[in-house]
């Protein structure tokens, strides 16, 4: 794994993830800044690597939900 590879993969999710719940640049950084969604990325890459756009926006969302509680 590279740096590269790893923010190919940030930005990619962070892209889906803003089209799909229809969010502004502005406020996905707000929720990256309260879950550190793009470190929990980075800290999964070994297995988000492998797993469909929509996988690892499930266990982005599960994360955020488990922080929640």
Do not use: C, W
């Not at 923010?7 to 800044?33: C, G, S, T, W």
């Not at 929990?40 to 756009?53: K, R």
């Amino acid at each position: 794994m590279n740096i590269n590879q790893i923010a190919y993969l940030q930005a990619e999710i962070a892209h889906a993830y803003m089209r799909q719940y229809d969010l502004k640049p502005a406020e996905f950084v707000e929720l990256d800044n309260k879950y550190d969604i793009l470190r929990f990325i980075e800290t999964g890459y070994e297995s988000f690597h492998l797993t469909g756009t929509q996988g690892v926006i499930d266990e982005v969302d599960d994360y955020i939900r488990n922080l929640r509680k």
